[in-house]
Every structure is written in C-alpha cells, then in structure tokens.
C-alpha cells in the first residue's frame, strides 16, 4: 500500500519551499504520494492540492477574520478527508493560524507531525512554543537562533539550512544580462518587489512607485525594475503602475528574480522571504511594510521584537532601513535609497553585513536534509507499529 503525506502550505514561499521538499522526498522514495492544501508549485511536484489557498493568501488580521467562513470551511473538508485518508505524517509549512489549529485534529487522530519551517515565535512571543510542543512530533527549522530557541523546552528540533541558498543564485555575466535587457551601462537600477499578496502589493507598492518618482528627480539616470510574483495578475500592477508613477518608465518581469537583484544598485521590499533573496544576492536594500489600520492595531500590541525585516532580525541588529506602517512614507523611503545610493562606503558596509547574513543560514542543501529526516522519522514510527 503506497504510503501518504498530507503536506499543507498557505503562502508563496511556503509553496515553493514545500515543492521542493516534495520533489526531495520522491528522489529518495518515489512511492510516497502527497496530498493536502498549497499552490501551483506544489501541484506540479506532484501534490494532489484539495484547495489553492496559496493563490487566496490575505494579509492581515482583520482580512484574515473577514474570511473566517473560507477556512472554517477548508478546516472542516479536511479533518473529513483525513480520516478517510489515513496519513502515515503531516508536514506543515510555517502559516501558524491554520497549521497549529489543524494540528490539534491530527494529534487527537494520533497523525504523527513534523513542522517544517518554523512560525515566528520569535515575533510574536514564546506562548506558541508551548502549544508546539504538545502538538508537534519534530520540528525542522532553517534559522540557528530558532534552534536556540526549542532546545530548552526538549522539543525535538533540527536546523536543515535554509532552502533559499539553493534557489536564489544569479545565473551568467551580470554585465551581459543587462545588455539582453537594453538597460543603460552608466544607470542606476533601482528594483521593486512589492509582495506577493493582492492586498500587500495594494497597499505598499504604490508607495513604493512614489518613492520612485522622488528618486528619479534626484537621480535622473535612474532605471526602474518591477518584480512580479507569478501568483499576480499583470492587470493589478498594470493599473497601480498607470495610477502611481505617470509617464515615467518601469519594465515589469516575473522570471530571472536572481538575476534582475544581480544587475540592481538598491532594490525596495516588501518585508518578507524577498528580503532573505535580496541579501543572498548580496544587494543593499529598503524595506517597507503596510497593514490595515485595523490588524495594526492588533499587531503592534502582539509583535515583541523592535526589526520586522528578517535580515535585521537575524543580524540583531538593524543592518538595512525598515519603513513600517505610517513611517512607509515615500518622502522618508526617497531619501534614504538616495543617501545610500550616493555613499559607496555605505553600500560596502550593508554589503558586508549582508554577506554575514547569509553565511548564518549554510549549510545548503535545505530541501535534502529535510528529506532525510522525514523518512527516516517515517520509517521508524512505522517500524514501531
């Protein structure tokens, strides 16, 4: 009887981490069968997806309680197809407000749980650990300091690495990519990466496009690049660009992610995995954040740490600027991307301090190490049967 991974993802990292997190699986054992909730990298690995709730992500608390319905109907659609099912494991992708409450019906059914990239305890507080460990058999983490954290409340916790390492690599000459792209050889890039939600990219990235013309007065020979989550529709950014930045020039991409930062000068973020991609490439950065003035309300008394961006959270330390909530001004945003754009001591420093970044988040081979480990959890649990 071929054995059966339920695997639930809710965000387009999370997708793209748990395909290839399938894809490793089947390479070592190419019987196991997945099934559950994530995106369309997910199902082309070969996950049989009950629910798209990568390409529906909402922002914010209150988004998240205006669709309540939505996923008290998905919560209930698959406690049913589990106990039908019957799988031999759960792997659960970060998304704490789904997993760690669907979680409690595979502990009470006796489904052996390993949570593959950890939620943010670390942001919002330590009372999640408690939950987890009641709930989760084994916690595989791609941050050190997240390690540091489970070791003393005797959860079983292993660091694979982070599965960004093995993604986020520029491919040829940097200096031929940006001919194929007739981008000017004495230009400065500037790169947008406005998130990969609907409601993120409507609140931030005309922002940003504000930013941008302020920047562009300042320097004019200034070139702008936007890059596209292949989960958005080319329309929503058509008519935010239309709306926000006039006559002036800005080519939109949703491939070459890797290699659009390599030839960037600055790129402006939306907080998030980009700003890991961003550091990785090695590229000095702004990032920006912006909720509903509703979730904020909620959030600024939930978030127990003073850096959002994940870079200033690993460094402990504030290596890159972070303009959040009613500080995301574009005035505030232009001036700072200006004053690092014209002080070559500034950029080599958050470039070094970059470099630190990613030197924290080896070893490689994430997805591999993962792998491992789940079967070999899996086998020995059914080993005991």
């Known amino acids: 009887m071929q054995r059966k991974i339920l695997i639930i993802a809710g965000e387009a990292s999370s997708d793209l981490h748990g395909s290839n997190l399938v894809k490793a699986v089947k390479t070592l054992d190419s019987d196991i ?66 997993n760690l409450r669907f979680a409690k019906a ?3 059914r006796g489904i052996p749980i390993i949570y593959y990239i950890s939620p943010q305890v ?24 997240e390690k540091e954290l489970y070791d003393p409340y005797g959860i079983d916790c292993n660091f694979v690495g982070h599965p960004l390492l093995d993604i986020a690599k520029p491919a040829g000459d940097k200096m031929e990519f940006k001919k194929e792209l007739n981008l000017n050889d004495d230009s400065l890039i500037i790169s947008l990466l ?4 609907q409601n993120e990219i409507k609140r931030i990235l005309p922002i940003m496009l504000k930013a941008c013309c302020l920047i562009n007065k300042a320097l004019p020979k200034s070139q702008f690049i936007l890059i596209k989550a292949n989960i958005i ?23 070459n992610n890797y290699n659009l930062l390599n030839i960037s000068d600055i790129a402006l973020v939306c907080s998030g995995t980009a700003t890991l991609e961003t550091a990785i490439i090695g590229k000095p950065m702004i990032v920006i954040y ?7 309300l909620i959030l600024k008394n939930l978030v127990k740490i003073s850096n959002i961006a994940l870079v200033n959270v690993i460094a402990n330390k504030r290596i890159v600027p972070e ?53 070999d959890y899996l086998n020995k649990t059914q080993e005991g049967k």
Not at 135 to 142: A, D, E, Q, S, Y
Not at 194 to 197: A, I, L, W, Y
């Open 33 to 98: 069968g997945f099934f559950g909730l994530g995106g369309p990298l997910m199902k082309a690995s070969g996950v049989d997806i009950k629910f798209d709730i990568v390409s529906k992500a909402f922002i914010g608390i209150a988004e998240v309680f205006k669709h309540i319905g939505y996923f008290m109907n998905i919560y209930n659609y698959m406690t049913n197809l589990i106990d039908r099912e019957k799988p031999s494991l759960a792997i659960l992708i970060d998304y704490p407000g789904f």
């Open 106 to 108: 595979l502990k009470k």
């Open 122 to 145: 670390w942001a919002w507080g330590k009372n999640r650990i408690n939950t987890i460990k009641q709930l989760v058999n084994k916690m595989l983490v791609i941050f050190k300091f």
């Open 194 to 197: 406005p998130g990969s939600r």
């Open 233 to 255: 529709s080319n329309n929503l950014i058509n008519k935010i660009v239309r709306k926000f930045f006039g006559d002036l020039e800005i080519r939109t991409y949703e491939n």
């Open 290 to 296: 912006k909720v509903g003035f509703f979730s904020w």
């Open 323 to 375: 303009f959040i909530q009613f500080k995301a001004r574009p005035s505030l945003i232009a001036r700072e991307a200006i004053g690092i754009l014209q002080n070559p001591q500034k950029v080599l420093r958050i470039e070094e301090e970059l470099n630190f970044v990613k030197e924290s988040l080896y070893p490689a081979g994430a997805s591999e190490n993962a792998a491992k480990i789940i079967l």
